[in-house]
T-cell receptor
């Protein structure tokens, strides 16, 4: 089983739609979780950290479920500019090495 | 505040040659991570440096090596280049890792 798994997509949604991505991780000792966004041929950029209590930043909501070992990202009211690849990142306790999922591709169309 | 800077932006080398890639972290960040991202693939962890020491390395052959300097900048060296080494090489820095990792814009290495 891969350390961090994501559905590669692509998710093809119309503007204004709500879309959700899940990411599962295998190491139960994982302690830090993030969502990154990567545009084509660019570097990944931090979208948001994921906290145990869940957190929201505008149209974006991230959730962590430690019991089931997954994190999620919800995007409401999708914009064309949200089209990108979304990367799930997990760091295991004591490892300090961020492990990236292969990413989920989102395409928002008019 | 300057971000993470990488040089060169693009690099073209011939199979068998050596490549040197450079990374300057955000001021105050002591950890530098190197990743390889081949076309259409995910980020594969290469090396982690912290406080001048190599702390961990990924599942790559020894011809991938590097170092971190006293000012926390870092070099990645790839010897005996192979065609499959063609990829985007990304450097990221962090202070503690708790607040995430900031990436440079990468070096696109092409081996011909």
């Amino acid at each position: 089983r891969k350390e961090v798994e994501q559905d590669p997509g692509p998710f093809n949604v119309p503007e204004g739609a709500t879309v959700a991505f899940n990411c599962t991780y295998s190491n139960s000792a994982s302690q830090s979780f993030f969502w990154y966004r990567q545009d084509c041929r660019k570097e990944p950029k931090l979208l948001m950290s994921v906290y145990s209590s869940g957190n929201e930043d505008g149209r974006f909501t991230a959730q962590l479920n430690r019991a089931s070992q997954y994190i999620s990202l919800l995007i409401r009211d999708s914009k064309l500019s949200d089209s990108a690849t979304y990367l799930c990142v997990v760091t295991a306790s004591g490892s300090y090495i961020p492990t990236f999922g292969r990413g989920t591709s989102l395409i928002v169309h008019p | 505040e300057a971000g993470v800077t990488q040089s060169p932006t693009h690099l073209i080398k011939t199979r068998g040659q050596q490549a040197t890639l450079r990374c300057s972290p955000i001021s105050g960040h002591t950890s530098v991570y190197w990743y390889q991202q081949a076309l259409g693939l995910g980020l594969q962890f290469l090396l982690w440096y912290d406080e001048g020491e190599e702390r961990n390395r990924g599942n790559f052959p020894p011809r991938f090596s590097g170092r971190q300097f006293p000012n926390y900048s870092s070099e990645l060296n790839v010897n005996a280049l192979e065609l499959e080494d063609s990829a985007l090489y990304l450097c990221a820095s962090s202070l503690t890792g708790v607040d995430g990792y900031t990436f440079g814009s990468g070096t696109r290495l092409t081996v011909v």
